[in-house]
């Protein structure tokens, strides 16, 4: 190959993969703008059906914590979706490439992430830096706007739908759902005892001051059966 036609080539090459990451920022973006919305109106479900069984301070709300973040707290627990601003592409061993959507064109394994998290809402409400927070899902998205839901392990069963299911407003609604359900069912851990059977005075009164001995959840998350 000349130079001119290698060169040609390149700039070829970087316009059609700068454009794919644009659009799949940009459905990734209008797919965490729908999310959001998504959350406003499951506070207000989950306050009409909640209001009155459980404390007011329980109740569940929702902060939008900038455009890349955002936050739903439901009594003990909280998620924490943070949509990364950058495009990715997956490794040679994902089963995202056994897809007869990928193999047909590569250029849909180009997505967009949106992560969601589950820590304990007093981690925050008692600034407890040590505390654990576990991620349970991530949405990607590519830039067609198709997309899938990973969990804790990883399965080709989670990408068999990539070339049909598209961000809707419906879709997102049965992510959020399955993530609270998953958050609630699993309950803190006592943690082991050789874990915290030695503290020095200074550690005591700190945790004693501010609440702070390390806690976290052991959570798993998935679609389709998984074993935790």
């Not at 392990?153 to 809707?168: A, P």
Request: hydrophobic share 35%; proline share 3%.
């Amino acid at each position: 190959m000349d130079a001119p036609k290698k060169k040609a080539d390149q700039l070829e090459t970087i316009v059609i993969k700068s454009n794919i990451k644009q659009q799949v920022y940009k459905n990734t973006l209008e797919s965490f703008n729908l999310l959001k919305d998504a959350l406003r109106e499951l506070v207000d479900e989950y306050s009409q059906t909640l209001r009155g069984k459980i404390s007011d301070e329980l109740l569940p709300t929702f902060h939008e914590k900038g455009p890349f973040e955002a936050e739903f707290r439901l009594a003990a627990d909280m998620l924490l979706f943070s949509m990364h601003s950058n495009v990715f592409v997956f490794n040679r061993e994902h089963p995202v490439w056994k897809t007869e959507y990928v193999k047909e064109d590569p250029l849909n394994s180009y997505c967009g992430i949106i992560n969601i998290y589950n820590f304990l809402s007093d981690s925050f409400k008692y600034n407890r830096m040590q505390d654990l927070g576990y991620l349970i899902a991530r949405i990607f998205i590519n830039k067609e706007s198709h997309f899938f839901v990973e969990g804790k392990r990883q399965s080709g069963e989670l990408v068999k739908d990539f070339k049909n299911d598209v961000m809707s407003k419906k879709n997102i609604k049965q992510i959020l759902d399955t993530s609270i359900r998953y958050a609630i069912e699993f309950d803190l851990l006592v943690p082991p005892y050789d874990q915290v059977k030695i503290a020095s005075v200074e550690q005591m009164k700190e945790e004693i001051f501010h609440s702070k001995m390390k806690t976290g959840k052991r959570v798993g998350f998935k679609f389709n059966s998984d074993d935790i």
